[in-house]
């Protein structure tokens, strides 16, 4: 199994930026994306980027397309989701995940992240993001 910690959440002011970081650890035979994902409360959990690791392709949800991105680091086996121009309704408890997909090219053509691809996750770091 894969292990997944989080970190780099906090409190912050709508407009500046923070960067998240998911250390990666255990056994990754059967990774081959990693995924952001976030959940407010009261409102369903939504991808919001995921990275293909093999050949580093990314996939950005509308929301945050050109706000955020998302990068590995596979000599320190990390995982950033690097945020820009946070807003408050960017404000969530925000995941990591490794999963496994066919292709990019598939979750392109669902408009969206596979939720039940991903198969370990992380515990969560919370972002918030006040006006």
């Known amino acids: 199994q894969v292990q997944l910690v989080e970190s780099g959440g906090g409190s912050v002011q709508a407009g500046v930026s923070l960067r998240l970081s998911c250390a990666v650890s255990g056994y990754t035979y059967s990774v081959n994306c990693m995924g952001w994902f976030r959940q407010a409360p009261g409102k369903e959990r939504e991808g919001v980027a995921m990275i293909y690791t093999g050949d580093g392709s990314t996939y950005y949800a509308d929301s945050v397309k050109g706000r955020f991105t998302i990068s590995q680091d596979n000599a320190k086996n990390t995982v950033y989701l690097h945020m820009d121009s946070l807003k408050p309704e960017d404000t969530a408890m925000y995941y990591c995940?490794?999963?496994?997909?066919?292709?990019?090219?598939?979750?392109?053509?669902?408009?969206?992240?596979?939720?039940?691809?991903?198969?370990?996750w992380g515990q969560g770091t919370q972002v918030t993001v006040s006006s």
């Open positions: 995940a490794a999963g496994l997909i066919l292709s990019m090219t598939a979750v392109q053509g669902l408009g969206g992240m596979p939720l039940e691809d991903f198969h370990d």
